[in-house]
Structures are given as C-alpha cells and as structure tokens.
C-alpha cells in the first residue's frame, strides 16, 4: 500500500515517510526505506538511557506504531516565537548533551571513528523534536547508528544549514536559517564540529533523497569550514 492509499488521516509527510492518525492516542509512521523492529529497538534503548522517545506499541515491516505526542514542533515553534530563537537552539544542543551519555546498541551499524562509539541519531533537526509541555521528544531514529558523537552535531548543522525548507515555509525558514545555525553551534564545540564535518557529509550525500542544491549547499559548506 502506498502512503497515497493509506485509510488513515494524514498529519505529516516527509520525504521518505509519512505519519497517520490511528485510534486510541496512537499514530502510524511508514517509512518504505527503514526496518521499523531495528529503529523500535533503538529507541526502546535511547529511552532506557534517558532520552525522551515516543512509546512504541508495534513495529512491522516499514510501519511503526506509537504513541502520539501532543505539541508543536520545534520547528513550528521556532517559526511562531522568532524572538525566543536562542532558547530553541539550547532545546538542540541538550538533545545532542543528552545523547553524548547514550551508548552505542550493541547490534548497530557502525561509522568509522576513534573512541568509544555512541549513539547517533543523524537526524536531529527543528521538524524532528516535539515541544511536548513535559519537555521535548526526539522522533525519527530511522537513520541512527553508532559512531563519534561529533558527527551527528555536525550533521545536525548540515541540515539545518543545507536542506530545502519546504515551499509553503522557505521563505520564513530561510530568513532565520542563519541566525538559528549561529545559535547552535554557540552552544555545541565548535572545533569537533567542524572536523566531523567531512565524514557528516559523506553520509548526507549517499543515496538519491537530496537535491542537486542541497549537495552543492553541503560541498560548499564542508569546503568553506576546511581553510
């Protein structure tokens, strides 16, 4: 079944998944590209170390049933509340701190990299984090792997500093892009973020979902951040 044909009513859309509407407080994302019993997994684990992660209740094929979050996005709240931009970037940067004490599963797939390899998410960005009124949940732990925790700061600025906004939100997304990215990378270091960034890239750049701008947003930032 295509997300096109699914009975549910749609909340979101990605460009690799989709999040439906079910009974009981719970919703459905599907994800042609992921093993939704790997990532449960993950965040079964993620949640055992203290991070915040929706609740799963069945993983199946591509499809991942779990409990609804009720809140904006961060995203949504970065765009609703402009003024409170350095609070939304301290919300990512204490994602990230709280991922530096998670330790890598023991079944996941590793980057190359010196040290003890710890979680990585590899997409923590704004749309991913829920504001609930408890505090933020991370989504989305399709990509997440072990490695150098200094990859997925660096690929979280890569994001945010590189991808397309979408159209209906570009031009808003676009004017504080850089001013959120500042922000960010105030509160993270700096220096091991840079020198992830090479091997951040990398990972951005296989596979078919990236634009032709985006790449080349990506090469010049990795290229630029290198003299």
Partial sequence: MSADDAPWPELARGRSSSVYELADGRVLRRN????AAWEAE??????RHGVRVP???????????????EGPTLLTELLDHPERLDEHAQVLADLHAALDRVPAPAAAPRLPGDGEPRLVHLDLHPANVICASDGPV??????????????DVAT???????????????????????ALVAAFLHRVDLDAARAALPAASR???????LGAAE????????ESSSG
């Fill in 215 to 222: 790449r080349r947003r990506i090469s010049e930032l990795v």
């Fill in 156 to 178: 979280t600025w890569l994001i945010m500093a590189c991808h397309e906004a979408p159209a209906d939100l570009a031009t808003v997304i676009d004017a504080s892009r850089a």
């Fill in 55 to 69: 609740t799963v209740f069945e993983a199946h094929g591509h499809d991942l049933v779990m409990e609804r979050i």
């Fill in 32 to 35: 042609a590209g992921s093993d």
């Fill in 138 to 151: 991370l989504l989305d732990w399709t990509n997440a792997m072990a490695g150098p925790r200094t990859v």
């Fill in 203 to 209: 990972l951005q750049l296989v596979g078919p979902v």
């Fill in 42 to 47: 993950v965040m079964a684990h993620a949640r």
